[in-house]
């Protein structure tokens, strides 16, 4: 082919026609010029086995002469008729199509350089007749002195052999000068005088004879040099048709086109158009000589339509006119190849493709493919096989990395987009497709062509055969994504009823990460899906789907926060390999993906209010931290409860199977949102098997926040009153747990008892208020104060024919109630307060003001002396009642053992004398000695005055007995 070789020294190779024999050449690929000759491949060696085995029948069809008539004229004129045939060439094949019985040669314009280089490796076999010349370096000998190599040797060792002798620089100029008065009209005059020329030019460096020479001759050296480089044009179309007559079969062109791959994408237009020109009359000569006999191998056959279908784009006119008249005939191969190799069962199939491309060939004319090349992807792809189909897309997309003019770049994206159009069900290589895309994208400047590529994955994602395909490979790309695939994500252009489809196969990429134990490392599909969908909520081309699909991404990606609490990108399992260019921030952690998908997705599905309310509250920390994630989903899910009570009910209804899934981190996260929904009207409508039972459940979990979640869930639904009756069948369970250590458990218990208090039977409630007086005094200020207030209901609960049954639990409770009246905590000193009227109420007692006075009673000892009066005239057995006061002499709390000791002290005085003594007062002094060792001052006095209260009593006469005495010595006296 006659192009010139990047870097390398120039190579002539004689042309060989219907009265020429060609020397031998061999095939190599533009890049390995100059080197060895590699072994013949295995088609080339099929192909020359298929040649001795399988002959072409001689026949009546008649041997081509592919130089005609006309040509051999043109030749014979010579120079003077160069010009005619160069401006014949740059014609273009428009000109030439409506003659399909001649093969006319294109040849190349005057000002075009550059060398040949034959790199078919068969050259030899090619068919000789009795006026054909078989020229090798021999016959070129008639020069003595003249060293014996080929040409191509002398050009590589111009610099590497010695100067020449004088007698031949001489010999070699009177030869040179004799070529100029002739015509070099044989094949072996050319070669004798590019031999001369290459030899005397090793003599430019010293021999001055020889540069005044081609100084002076510089013009006719030239003239004859562009002469001779459009003839050599001509011998390799001549040589490749040969070629293909000699040995018509599909490998042989599958051999010619790999040769002509690489020159057909050249990046230089004059070796572009050559190579369009030579390869549209090899598909002009194979579609008339081409045989098809079985089996049939053309392995590049969606290559080769793809890269004519790029050049029918090419920014150069005669380019894209050679192309077109190529892929006119191309497809004429085409629909022979594929009648010939069509399933005889699948006949209807041919027979419509067939129709079909009658009738866009109707409507496009060659002319029609030069200016459209799109067209062309609409005729071929009916005959494509699927393997042929990626070929072509695979050939466009690796053209888009060596075609840089905007022309060729846009006429790619309108096949591109064409193709996958019409035939993307057909296709198997997607992941390879998708490689290479992504690959491309940052090489592509047009923001047109951007989009035609980033809509070929568009319709690719959006059939349900690639999707998961698709996605799969996008995601296995490094986290966070550069700006070429975030915005493929971003601008994905897929039709509505796609898009959900889309988003959901999406979504369930990171549902299934979600599965996976705890303890190992989370996987890299997780991260990368999450990213992913930020990208899309961006982008905001899925925002319906993303409505339709809120409650399943909120909850999705909430389960993902939970699982990346704490993680960094060491505890991912990265794949191998992907991270070798660049290195991970530390910034970026697995959170942080999750957190700002979160926040888009709000703000994305206009959740502006919610929104705010997690950033007023610190709501994201609270999600991001391992102790207040739940809290966290707690105020985001009361938020959705407040402001949009659809996008709450329908996260609901998805949760109820959404449960029984996952690990604990996914259970925990979608348990604490559920619970907080139960507040909603709409959960008195679940079942019982999906609310109270499974609450049940969790009341038994080993688990301590799933039993806050059971109790916190069970005291949103007692707010239902329909709901009351179900969950009175747990009472027994949660009276347990008021002896929980854990203060959440028994504050939720308490709060679910208040609810239920008035419906217990009266064994249930003297059972609980046995229970919560044991809480009064716990160290648990909040667990203290709530027992009082239930024990408070309890009393007001109790039926009047049940009241006689806990008279007795009420007024073992009065002292402990009237104590803790004093206690520092203002919030449980009014509590006992409230609860002890309640119980005075029961007992139909009306307490003295006294009682509710709020000074300490250490400084108003007056007032707590009425107080004493009161209960010491009101209860009996004051005794026990000292000795129950005397037990809170031993509190942990100051002000309690203060208000025990005064109170017992004052108390005394109205303690029946004579059970005093019957009983004793050790114990008591016992107590109140120990009293007087105690560090504080104030409660060393007042035990000292207690201890000196008790002892005059003890000294004291009963009253009493005196008067009783007195009258029994009235009595005696009157006798």
Known sequence: ????????????????????????????????????????????????????????????????????GKWRQERAGGDARDSRRSARAGMGSRHRICSREDIVIPCASDNDAGSVDLQLSNLEDVKKDASSLELTDSDISDIAGLPQESLTDSFRHLTQQGPLSEPIVERLIQSIQEFFNGDLQSELEKLTFLRSLSSLSRALPYAETVGTFIHSHIEDIVHILNSLYRQTLQAFSEMLQSLVVKDPHLENLDTIFKQMDPWLQSTKDHERQRAAVSMAEVLKCSSRHLSLKLPLQFQRLGRLVALMALLCGDPVKEVAEEAAEGTHYLLHITLRLKYVTHDKKNHPSLRRAMKKCQELLELYSINQFYSCPFKIAQVFEVFLNSNELCQFVMTILDGLKNLKHPCTQKSAGELLITLVKNAESRFEKVPEIMGVICARLSIISQPRVRQQIINTVSLFISRPKYTDIVISHLLCHPVPYDRHLAELWRTLDVKLPSTTWILWRLLRKLQKCHNAPTHEKMAYMAVAATDALYEVFVGNRLRAATFRLF?????????????????????VAIPSGLYTEQEMSSQVTPLC???????????????????????????????????????GISLLANALLERNHLFANKIMYLLVPLLNRGNDKHKLTSAGFFVELLQSPVARRLPSIYSIARLKDWLHHGNNVFKTLALKGLHYLTRHQEMREGIKSLLPCILDLLCETDEKIVLLAIQILLQLVETMDFTTLTAMMKTLFSLFGDVRPDVHRFSMTLFGASIKSVKYT???????????????????????????????????TICAQFLKWKLPQEVYCKDPWYIR?????????FFGKKCKGKVNLVAQTLMFSKNAKLPIRRAAVLFAGLLLKYVDHSELRMKGTDWIEKDLRDLLCDPEPSLRIIASQALFQVREVGTEQDPRQTVCGLRKLMGCLST
């Open 1 to 68: 082919m006659p192009l010139p070789h990047r870097g390398r020294s120039s190579r002539l190779a004689g042309s060989r026609g219907a009265s020429t024999s060609l020397p031998r050449a061999t095939a190599h690929s533009p890049r390995r010029a100059g080197r060895g000759a590699p072994l013949p491949s295995h088609a080339q060696r099929l192909t020359r086995r298929r040649h001795f085995s399988e002959q072409v029948p001689p026949g009546p069809e008649p041997q081509a002469d592919f130089r005609s």
């Open 861 to 869: 000892c007056g007032k707590v002396g009425k107080v004493c009066k």
């Open 593 to 631: 993906f999750a957190i700002q998908a979160t926040k888009t997705l709000l703000l994305r599905t206009l959740c502006w209010q919610e929104f705010n309310i997690m950033e007023k509250n610190k709501g994201w920390t609270l999600l991001e931290g391992k102790d207040g994630h739940l809290q």
């Open 802 to 836: 049940d009241k006689k049954g806990i008279e007795n639990q009420v007024l073992d409770s009065l002292v402990p109630l009237l104590l803790y009246s004093q206690d520092e905590n203002d919030a449980v000193a009014e509590e006992s307060r409230q609860v002890l």
């Open 551 to 571: 409650p399943q991404l909120l909850m999705t990606l909430l389960i993902q926060i939970h699982h990346s609490i704490g993680l960094t990108m060491s505890d």
